[in-house]
């Protein structure tokens, strides 16, 4: 459960204020009930009692129920407050948490950033914040709003009717309600936390399932995919059994609780009215009072049943959430120079050395091959040289070591295409948006041909063509010089290309090294290249 406090933290300093008065008016809320079941129980009574004595006439009965109607439309228009303010306030609560972990795993390591998958990481986000809801609509406000009712409830009751009445209401329902969230937490944390886990599973392999069937079928697999999808969801309705009869027994228990105490706080008021200490109509509220404030323990067992899943979440959420909000990078002039590095050595996270005490230039205008079988640390160098592997020795951006760089500034002068790019499911006008959002169709259009898409893209709607999940309605080679052309959008003056002709035959790929070079005059190109045009389209070559 610690975990949970920093995520509490920060939802409240968040939206301190929303949630302060969404938190009032939960108690108003669980107030009014109770206030309203024992003035209705009282005067009921106190009406029949006149009744019988025959000085119905007599007795006043617009106040009471003026009252009763003020205190039924209030508590409505106080809880349709208090769900507003603390739903909208949550929501934006977890905006704020969102962003917080998305800027956490900026802060990952290279090596580890590369090994998430976009999708699965996405869902996982979604889910742990979707479960990170209750924790003040279902746990924390409940909970406090209960025991201030209480409180209050007993301070009221003492007034109204006697001690002896508000010990037993307050103190049983205090005592009924700490050994019954006792137990259901004891009961619920670990099913709900492997239901979690179940939920997940199964949607992992039914994506997989979807997502490869082709293969799958090919291999033979398809029907033990199958099987594993129906076991994870076996294994998740079983769990969600489990917690539903636990949650049906902390219902009945609940019952028999409302029913001991209501029913022992009208004992102890008759026996009180017929001592003389008490009038009739005073014993009766006790006894509705205790009804009412059954409504403040029954909230809090859907909470208790997903805290397991909730204490995962935060587990999972809280080392993101502290890390500082992104800073606008001031602009940094670059100075004379390409890429330079002196003294590289790079390791393999494993320990093991990709490459050792290696140096390189690549002048401004110049284009470079590195050429080297598979596993020699071509791509390995692109990334060190973009900053997104560590190294030792010496690495120059345009003039300035590679540290001395401010992050934004560094990705305005040095853009990078790796062996694997993401699309976006999209238009083409979205994807290139997210690399240069300024951009005019004129200019998109240029480096469109330049790479020898355009033709391609026109007949099929332009750039408001719809591009699917992982360049899905594009060939491979299609959606590679679609990536490519978000990085030349970028302008940038040192260009890093990991086989930007993968899927073009040779023809094709010498016409698009050359439009490289036509968008980009004066950029310092340096290619890991495997084939032959890319070789030939080279001022100089480097083997690895």
Same mark, same amino acid.
């Given at each position: 459960?610690?975990?949970?406090?920093?995520?509490?933290? @920060?939802?409240?300093?968040?939206?301190?204020?929303?949630?302060?008065?969404?938190?009032?008016?939960?108690?108003?809320?669980?107030?009014?009930?109770?206030?309203?079941?024992?003035?209705?129980?009282?005067?009921?009574?106190?009406?029949?009692?006149?009744?019988?004595?025959?000085?119905?006439?007599?007795?006043?009965?617009?106040?009471?129920?003026?009252?009763?109607?003020?205190?039924?439309?209030?508590?409505?228009?106080?809880?349709?407050?208090?769900?507003?303010?603390?739903?909208?306030?949550?929501?934006?609560?977890?905006?704020?948490?969102?962003?917080?972990?998305?800027?956490?795993?900026?802060?990952?390591?290279?090596?580890?950033?590369?090994?998430?998958?976009?999708?699965?990481?996405?869902?996982?986000?979604?889910?742990?914040?979707?479960?990170?809801?209750?924790?003040?609509?279902?746990? /924390?406000?409940?909970?406090?709003?209960?025991?201030?009712?209480?409180?209050?409830?007993?301070?009221?009751?003492?007034?109204?009717?006697?001690?002896?009445?508000?010990?037993?209401?307050?103190?049983?329902?205090?005592?009924?309600?700490?050994?019954?969230?006792?137990?259901?937490?004891?009961?619920?944390?670990?099913?709900?936390?492997?239901?979690?886990?179940?939920?997940?599973?199964?949607?992992?392999?039914?994506?997989?399932?979807?997502?490869?069937?082709?293969?799958?079928?090919?291999?033979?697999?398809?029907?033990? @995919? @199958?099987?594993? /999808?129906?076991?994870?969801?076996?294994?998740?309705?079983?769990?969600?059994?489990?917690?539903?009869?636990?949650?049906?027994?902390?219902?009945?228990?609940?019952?028999?609780?409302?029913?001991?105490?209501?029913?022992?706080?009208?004992?102890?008021?008759?026996?009180?009215?017929?001592?003389?200490?008490?009038?009739?109509?005073?014993?009766?509220?006790?006894?509705?009072?205790?009804?009412?404030?059954?409504?403040?323990? =029954?909230?809090?067992?859907?909470?208790?049943?997903?805290?397991?899943?909730?204490?995962?979440?935060?587990?999972?959420?809280?080392?993101?959430?502290? =890390?500082?909000?992104?800073?606008?990078?001031?602009?940094?002039?670059?100075?004379?120079?390409?890429?330079?590095? !002196?003294?590289?050595?790079?390791?393999?996270?494993?320990?093991?050395?990709?490459?050792?005490?290696?140096?390189?230039?690549?002048?401004?205008?110049?284009? !470079?091959?590195?050429?080297?079988?598979?596993?020699?640390?071509?791509?390995?160098?692109?990334?060190?040289?973009?900053?997104?592997?560590?190294?030792?020795?010496?690495?120059?951006?345009?003039?300035?070591?590679?540290?001395?760089? $401010?992050?934004?500034?560094?990705?305005?002068?040095?853009?990078?295409?790796?062996?694997?790019?993401?699309?976006?499911?999209?238009?083409?006008?979205?994807?290139?948006?997210?690399?240069?959002?300024?951009?005019?169709?004129?200019?998109?259009?240029?480096?469109?041909?330049?790479?020898?898409? %355009?033709?391609?893209?026109? $007949?099929?709607?332009?750039?408001?063509?719809?591009?699917?999940?992982? %360049?899905?309605?594009?060939?491979?080679?299609?959606?590679?010089?679609?990536?490519?052309?978000?990085?030349?959008?970028?302008?940038?003056?040192?260009?890093?290309?990991?086989? $930007?002709?993968?899927?073009?035959?040779?023809?094709?790929?010498?016409?698009?090294?050359?439009?490289?070079?036509?968008?980009?005059?004066?950029?310092?190109?340096?290619?890991?290249?495997?084939?032959?045009?890319?070789? =030939?389209?080279?001022?100089?070559?480097?083997?690895?």
């Amino acid at each position: 459960m610690k975990h949970l406090f920093p995520i509490l933290r @920060q939802i409240l300093r968040a939206q301190r204020t929303a949630l302060w008065r969404g938190a009032a008016l939960s108690v108003i809320v669980l107030l009014m009930g109770v206030a309203l079941l024992g003035l209705s129980g009282w005067f009921i009574t106190a009406a029949a009692a006149a009744g019988l004595a025959g000085a119905g006439a007599a007795f006043d009965v617009f106040r009471p129920s003026a009252m009763v109607r003020f205190l039924a439309l209030g508590r409505t228009a106080a809880r349709y407050g208090e769900r507003l303010l603390t739903h909208d306030a949550v929501l934006r609560a977890l905006e704020t948490l969102r962003l917080g972990v998305l800027r956490g795993m900026l802060q990952l390591a290279p090596e580890r950033m590369a090994q998430i998958r976009g999708a699965q990481a996405l869902n996982r986000l979604t889910a742990d914040i979707d479960a990170l809801d209750g924790l003040v609509l279902r746990l /924390v406000f409940p909970l406090g709003a209960g025991l201030l009712a209480l409180i209050i409830s007993f301070a009221g009751l003492w007034w109204l009717v006697d001690l002896r009445v508000a010990l037993w209401v307050a103190g049983g329902w205090f005592l009924g309600a700490v050994l019954l969230l006792w137990h259901l937490g004891r009961k619920t944390v670990a099913p709900s936390r492997r239901m979690e886990a179940a939920t997940q599973a199964l949607r992992s392999r039914f994506v997989d399932l979807m997502q490869n069937r082709d293969d799958l079928a090919v291999y033979g697999l398809l029907q033990d @995919q @199958q099987s594993s /999808v129906l076991q994870a969801d076996a294994r998740r309705h079983a769990l969600r059994r489990d917690l539903d009869r636990v949650d049906r027994q902390a219902g009945a228990v609940l019952m028999a609780l409302t029913a001991i105490i209501s029913g022992g706080g009208l004992w102890i008021g008759l026996d009180l009215a017929a001592a003389g200490t008490l009038t009739a109509a005073q014993a009766a509220i006790g006894f509705f009072a205790a009804l009412a404030l059954a409504e403040a323990v =029954a909230p809090i067992r859907r909470a208790l049943a997903d805290s397991g899943r909730m204490t995962d979440a935060a587990r999972r959420i809280a080392p993101g959430i502290g =890390a500082p909000p992104a800073v606008q990078a001031p602009a940094v002039a670059a100075s004379v120079g390409g890429i330079e590095c !002196v003294g590289l050595t790079l390791r393999r996270p494993s320990g093991g050395v990709v490459i050792r005490d290696f140096s390189l230039m690549v002048d401004m205008g110049e284009t !470079v091959a590195l050429t080297g079988a598979s596993g020699a640390g071509k791509s390995t160098l692109l990334l060190a040289l973009a900053g997104l592997h560590p190294a030792t020795g010496d690495i120059r951006i345009c003039g300035r070591l590679i540290g001395d760089w $401010p992050e934004g500034a560094l990705r305005d002068h040095l853009a990078m295409l790796p062996q694997r790019s993401e699309l976006l499911s999209g238009t083409v006008r979205e994807n290139f948006a997210l690399a240069a959002p300024d951009a005019t169709e004129a200019e998109i259009w240029d480096v469109l041909d330049a790479v020898q898409l %355009g033709a391609v893209l026109q $007949p099929r709607g332009g750039l408001d063509f719809k591009v699917g999940a992982r %360049g899905a309605g594009l060939s491979g080679g299609e959606a590679r010089r679609l990536a490519l052309t978000r990085v030349l959008l970028r302008r940038p003056r040192v260009l890093l290309l990991d086989e $930007p002709t993968e899927g073009l035959d040779e023809a094709t790929a010498t016409v698009v090294l050359a439009g490289i070079r036509n968008v980009l005059p004066d950029a310092a190109v340096l290619i890991a290249s495997h084939r032959k045009a890319e070789i =030939a389209a080279a001022d100089r070559l480097i083997a690895l």
